[in-house]
């Protein structure tokens, strides 16, 4: 079975898991481009992605529709409930998913997907059950990082590479 859907979660794996507040109470997330491209160029290969997150933020949405991710949930306390609706919408199965987390919240959709990953400074617990511990840090490009060994994995590199000759 071939992985067709990413799953990502957002603070700590798509971000460095600060939050900072502004005076005026603006929240303020940081993203890496790096990653980013890599998002774009997994979709570009005809891949699915999608975000599940925990908690609630306008920055993750706008981000979301800057990388034109269709499937975006935020607010979610089961993230695995949510994962099991999206593959029956997508008629995938567990087996075409790879995941990010890096927390207890991501525990159980880590445990869910075919191949799960967590960034270099996740939590002990979810390194555990991970199939990959990345070398990267959340936000310094750990989704880059898990793409990529996706694309070699599933033997897409020449498509990969051809997308930007």
């Known amino acids: 079975m071939s992985i067709e859907l990413i799953v990502l979660d957002v603070d700590g794996t798509m971000t460095d898991s600060r939050i900072t507040y502004s005076h005026s109470g603006d929240e303020i997330k940081s ?58 919408k997508l008629d995938l199965t567990l087996e075409n998913v790879a995941a990010i987390g890096d927390d207890l919240n991501d525990l159980q959709m880590l445990k869910a997907a075919e191949i799960s990953f967590v960034p270099r400074d996740a939590s002990a617990y979810v390194d555990k059950i991970a199939k990959v511990i990345l070398t990267k840090r959340g936000g310094d490009g750990a989704v880059r ?18 997308l930007w000759a």
Do not use: C, P
């Not at 306008?58 to 593959?87: P, S, T, W």
């Open 145 to 162: 990082e898990m793409i990529e060994y996706l694309i070699v994995k599933e033997g897409l590199e020449e498509e990969y590479l051809a």
């Open 31 to 88: 993203f890496n481009v790096k990653d980013g491209l890599a998002i774009a160029s997994w979709r570009k290969l005809g891949k699915q992605v999608a975000i599940i997150t925990g908690r609630r933020s306008a920055i993750v949405e706008r981000r979301a529709k800057e990388l034109h991710i269709e499937y975006f949930y935020q607010g979610v306390e089961n993230k695995r409930e949510v994962l099991e609706d999206l593959l029956d």
